[in-house]
């Protein structure tokens, strides 16, 4: 399993980025998928995922500003970012859990929000 993010990069505060994570094989092999984050000096964290059955979670910190989607035919999750905020800055990972429950991660990629 390959997990490939793109969409990063530098916006400024109250802008939006599209992030997006495309996985090779069936997205029904995966029980979920989601998006976590890593700013400098801290833990990483959930921000959103997804289930195969549509279900989605959302970190406080992002409810109401973020979306998570998917595109079954391209196998893609998509992450929408809205009114980012500097906080939200960090390495944003997509995850992936198998249905054999083996946890998949991609590169990361670099989000910056300037003020």
């Known amino acids: 399993v390959q997990l490939v993010e793109s969409g990063g990069g530098l916006v400024q505060a109250g802008g939006s980025l599209r992030l997006s994570c495309a996985a090779s094989?069936?997205?029904?092999?995966?029980?979920?998928m989601g998006w976590y984050r890593q700013a400098p000096g801290k833990q990483r964290e959930l921000v959103a995922t997804?289930?195969?059955?549509?279900?989605?979670n959302y970190a406080d910190s992002v409810k109401g500003r973020f979306t998570i989607s998917r595109d079954n035919a391209k196998i893609t999750v998509y992450l929408q970012m809205n009114s980012l905020k500097p906080e939200d800055t960090a390495v944003y990972y997509c995850?992936?859990?198998?249905?054999?429950?083996?946890?998949?991660w991609g590169q990361g990629t670099q989000v910056t929000v300037s003020s």
């Open positions: 995850n992936a859990i198998s249905v054999f429950a083996t946890n998949y």
């Open positions: 997804i289930t195969s059955g549509g279900s989605t």
């Open positions: 094989g069936s997205i029904f092999s995966f029980t979920a």
